[in-house]
């Protein structure tokens, strides 16, 4: 089949958009007609065209042949989705708990209210029950993943909801048919001044580059044989359900050889990463969604937007500009993923609370002190910090900025009437304004054509052997 729904952009996909967008991640793609799994099939052949397959080799006539409207399609996938679509692992650092979270719909959470649905996780198909949360709108807010703190340590969890006797296998912990265990990989989500930090587990069998990770050894003694070619920022041991861990936090800066080979031994792959960042408006992060108070947000990412490969709005919804910027119309839910790089943008249609304006106070002044260490001069030098003391005689091409917590509330400058000031009264005021001196070197003056109140003044710094820095630079510019 040439086309599937992707779960994890919510839409409906082609096959050759989604291998030029790397989606090869389990899970993520199911049959628009039975809604079982299928995957990317010959997307490197040249014999074959890009397509989708069931795991279970099934192709049937029935849904190969099978078209719909994108909206519908879509529209009954969200309903088709089993609770292994719902969950994700996570860890946290802070208290050193591996949770599961489940996040629902509004509709969702009303359903299996009233159906007096739970959800529920075992450690064997036929084992009693480790978790059971009843899912009511008392314990779980729509869109937002509940974290549910997992205290037994299993090989295997298989997760279902009391209505679907269907059960799913999850494998958070990993070892192969001979007992060798593997690290599990967590990628760090978001950490902390503090190094708090909670990383989800990656399902996919692929890391990237530059990606802040978490490796979870489930024994106190790890070994691995690339030592000096990653960045290791922490390394811990911690205990929890009734076993020792050992976790790293890890960034492969490169590939080599090394980091390939052991990384290919854990099962793993490693690739080079993709960035993917909102250029404006400035936008909050609210449940794992950037907020988007505008009709457009303008994106810059390393690679090509793909509508419906990689982000799934329209053509006509994206406006490519150079060096990688993209414009993005937002009128809903919209999400672009493509390898490590994953963004979900939320149109608001308001400010998500409200803010305090400053005010900015203007003031005039022909000399300024300094009365903290938030201040700066500005002048056609360019703009210079004053320290707590500091004085600076202002001119009608200077002006001083008082700044609070970083932001702009006063600006100072110099008085209507020092701008018309000239000759002796300028001089004179700079004198008394202005205290500080240098040694004075009648070569500084010889090539200026020098005024008779300029002169006359130089030639009585010749006795003292001082100059005002003020004056010197008020005679140099011509302005005395």
């Not at 075992?122 to 009693?128: F, I, S, V, W």
């Not at 000399?367 to 056609?380: I, S």
Request: glycine share 4%; charged share 20%; net charge neutral.
């Amino acid at each position: 089949m040439r086309k599937a729904y992707d779960t994890m952009l919510s839409d409906y996909v082609d096959a050759q958009s989604a291998a030029k967008g790397g989606g090869f991640e389990p899970y993520r793609y199911a049959c628009a007609c039975c809604w079982e799994e299928v995957h990317l099939c010959a997307a490197d052949s040249c014999n074959q065209a890009t397509h989708f397959r069931h795991r279970s080799g099934n192709n049937n006539v029935e849904c190969e042949n099978y078209l719909g409207n994108s909206n519908s399609i879509i529209s009954s996938a969200l309903s088709h989705r089993s609770v292994r679509d719902k969950i994700e692992f996570y860890f946290s650092n802070s208290s050193k708990l591996f949770s599961i979270g489940v996040k629902f719909d509004s509709d969702e959470i009303l359903i299996y209210e009233q159906n007096e649905t739970s959800f529920q996780v075992r450690t064997t198909p036929t084992g009693a029950t480790l978790i059971s949360v009843p899912i009511k709108s008392s314990r779980f807010y729509p869109g937002v993943s509940e974290l549910i703190p997992i205290n037994e340590f299993s090989w295997e969890y298989f997760v279902s909801s009391s209505s679907d006797f269907k059960l799913h296998k999850c494998e958070l912990f990993r070892k192969d048919a001979r007992g060798y265990l593997y690290p599990s990989f967590f990628k760090i989500q978001n950490q902390g001044n503090d190094g708090d930090f909670k990383a989800k587990f990656v399902r996919s069998e692929t890391l990237y580059t530059n990606t802040s990770y978490l490796i979870v050894f489930t024994h106190s003694h790890h070994t691995y044989s690339f030592q000096n070619d990653l960045q290791v920022s922490k390394a811990f041991k911690f205990t929890t359900m009734g076993r020792d861990f050992t976790g790293m936090v890890v960034v492969f800066t490169q590939k080599t050889a090394r980091i390939e080979q052991q990384l290919e031994s854990w099962k793993y792959k490693l690739e080079m990463n993709e960035t993917l960042t909102i250029v404006w408006p400035p936008a909050p992060l609210v449940n794992e969604s950037m907020q988007i108070c505008a009709n457009h947000a303008y994106l810059f990412s390393t690679f090509e937007m793909q509508a419906h490969g990689n982000i799934n709005v329209h053509y006509d919804d994206i406006v490519k500009f150079e060096d990688g910027i993209s414009r993005v119309s937002i009128k809903g839910r919209t999400k672009i993923h493509k390898k490590n790089a994953e963004l979900v943008l939320e149109k608001c249609e308001k400010a998500l609370c409200e803010y305090d304006t400053i005010s900015v106070v203007h003031e005039t002044r022909k000399n300024y002190l300094a009365l903290d260490d938030n201040v700066y001069l500005f002048n056609r030098s360019g703009v210079f910090p004053m320290n707590k003391g500091m004085s600076a005689l202002l001119t009608h091409h200077s002006e001083v900025r008082h700044y609070s917590n970083g932001y702009l509330d006063s600006i100072i400058t110099v008085a209507n009437d020092a701008v018309t000031m000239t000759g002796a009264n300028l001089l004179q005021d700079i004198l008394i304004y202005y205290k500080r001196t240098e040694v004075f070197n009648w070569a500084d003056y010889k090539s200026l054509k020098l005024s008779r109140v300029a002169l006359l003044y130089i030639k009585s710094c010749e006795e003292t052997g001082l100059i005002n820095s003020a004056a010197k630079y008020f005679i140099e510019e011509g302005w005395l």
